[in-house]
Structures are given as structure tokens and as C-alpha cells.
């Protein structure tokens, strides 16, 4: 079993950005690559996806509200999985989820469903 431990969350201004990272232990993403994603929670929404890699690390998606304004990115080398999120909505406020599916699967994780561990969440707070 992985575990998962979001940071880089805070509070910003419409039109700022933020680099959510999230480090992971208990399996190394050298020996046990895993495909891995962000999830994202609105208060009164359910848990939706935001952009996903795959286990080799080539292959990136993103959903529609976010695309052009966030990049995801993995740090095999450093265990670590990131989000570069660039001109920052009232919109995007929400708590962020880091994400592990399993080792080397072809799994694109795009739903809950799929997703075999979850970090803790960080909240990501935008004014307008």
C-alpha cells in the first residue's frame, strides 16, 4: 500500500497560480510505477477528476475546465507527483486530492472508482 501526502495548497488571488505537490512512500515510483492522478472536491459537489499521467509517465490528460491552465508532472527520481496550476479561478476552490492507482497498470484514473489509495487533500482557496 502507498501513502499519499498533498502540499502547496493556500490561499490566492483570481489570476495567480499554485504548484500542489504530493510525495509518496511505501512503494517507490521507480520499482512499482503507478499511473496517478489529482482529484478535486467543491463543498456540496462530488469528487471530480482534474488530470491524470500514466504509469510510464508519458501520456497526460486533463479534464475541460482545466485544460491549458494545469499541468501535471511526476518526479520519479523524488517520489513525487505535481500539479502546476496557472491562472487560478474562484472556480477551482476546492480541496485537492493526490491519487495512486495500481502498480504498472494502463489505467488512465479519471474516476473515484478506479483510484486504489488517496492522500489526505489540501485546499486550494481562490478570491476573486
Known amino acids: 500500500q502507498v501513502q499519499l501526502v498533498e502540499a502547496g495548497g493556500g490561499l490566492v488571488q483570481a489570476g495567480e497560480s499554485l504548484r500542489l505537490s504530493c510525495l509518496a512512500s511505501g512503494r517507490t515510483f521507480k520499482t512499482s510505477p503507478m499511473p496517478m492522478a489529482w482529484f478535486r472536491e467543491a463543498p456540496g459537489k462530488e469528487r471530480e477528476f482534474v488530470a491524470a499521467i500514466s504509469w510510464t509517465g508519458v501520456d497526460t490528460y486533463y479534464s475541460d475546465s482545466i485544460k491549458g491552465r494545469f499541468t501535471i508532472s511526476r518526479d520519479d527520481a523524488k517520489n513525487t507527483l505535481f500539479l502546476q496550476m496557472d491562472n487560478l479561478k474562484p472556480e477551482d476552490t476546492a480541496v485537492y486530492y493526490c491519487?495512486?492507482?495500481?502498480?504498472?497498470?494502463?489505467?488512465?484514473?479519471?474516476?473515484?472508482?478506479?483510484?486504489?489509495?488517496w492522500g489526505q487533500g489540501t485546499q486550494v482557496t481562490v478570491s476573486s
Open positions: 491519487a495512486a492507482g495500481p502498480a504498472r497498470s494502463i489505467v488512465i484514473l479519471t474516476t473515484p472508482a478506479q483510484v486504489r489509495s
